[in-house]
Each structure stands twice: as structure tokens, then as C-alpha cells.
Nanobody, 119 residues
Framework: QVQPVESGGGLVQAGGALRLSCAAS????????MGWFRQAPGKEREFVASIKWLGSVTAYADSLKGRFTISRDNAKNTVYLQMNSLKTEDTAVYYC????????????WGQGTAVSVSS
């Protein structure tokens, strides 16, 4: 199994950029699909992006395509979320999640990192 730990959140002005990182412990990181989710104040947690264990297949929430990019470095057991052209509505706690490639449920979650976008 893996344990994700997020970092890189903070305060940024609208139009700016941030890169979130998620370091996952475990010796078999490359066997896990990785994902980013977010939860804004008063809202449900929502899917942001995911990347398959092989690293070549990604998926994004439709509303975020073109602004957010997910990537992974299996040698570093790390997945990244590059967020560009940030908007105030991107303010949320961002969570990293992992699931074994053959399963459908996101079983492992980090504690989250807060992103606040000011106008």
C-alpha cells in the first residue's frame, strides 16, 4: 500500500500558478493510479485529475482541462499537479489519493493541502 502526503499549497493571486506535490510512501508506487481531488468550503469533494500507473493516461475534470496538468515521477514516488491561471473558485483543500491499478476505489488518501486564491 501507499500513504500519500501532499505539499505545495498556499495563497496565490488570481491568475497565478501553483504546483502541488504528493509524495507516496511504499515500494510499489508504480503499481498505483494517482489522483487529485478538492473540496471547497461548503461543497462536496470533487475529482480534479488522475494519472494511470503507467503514467501515459490522464483524466481531468472538464472544467479544469487546459489549466491543470497532472504528472508523476515513479523514480521519486511523487505525483504533481500544476495549476495555472488560477481562479478564486479554485480555492479548496486539495487531496491526493491512490488506488491499486486493478481496483476501482480510491483507497488511500492524504491529509490535504490548502490552496487559497485571492482576487
Amino acid at each position: 500500500q501507499v500513504q500519500p502526503v501532499e505539499s505545495g499549497g498556499g495563497l496565490v493571486q488570481a491568475g497565478g500558478a501553483l504546483r502541488l506535490s504528493c509524495a507516496a510512501s511504499g515500494r510499489t508506487f508504480e503499481n498505483y493510479d494517482m489522483g487529485w481531488f478538492r473540496q471547497a468550503p461548503g461543497k462536496e469533494r470533487e475529482f480534479v485529475a488522475s494519472i494511470k500507473w503507467l503514467g501515459s493516461v490522464t483524466a481531468y475534470a472538464d472544467s479544469l482541462k487546459g489549466r491543470f496538468t497532472i504528472s508523476r515521477d515513479n523514480a521519486k514516488n511523487t505525483v504533481y499537479l500544476q495549476m495555472n491561471s488560477l481562479k478564486t473558485e479554485d480555492t479548496a483543500v486539495y487531496y491526493c489519493a491512490a488506488k491499486f491499478w486493478a481496483t476501482s476505489s480510491w483507497a488511500y488518501w492524504g491529509q490535504g493541502t490548502a490552496v487559497s486564491v485571492s482576487s
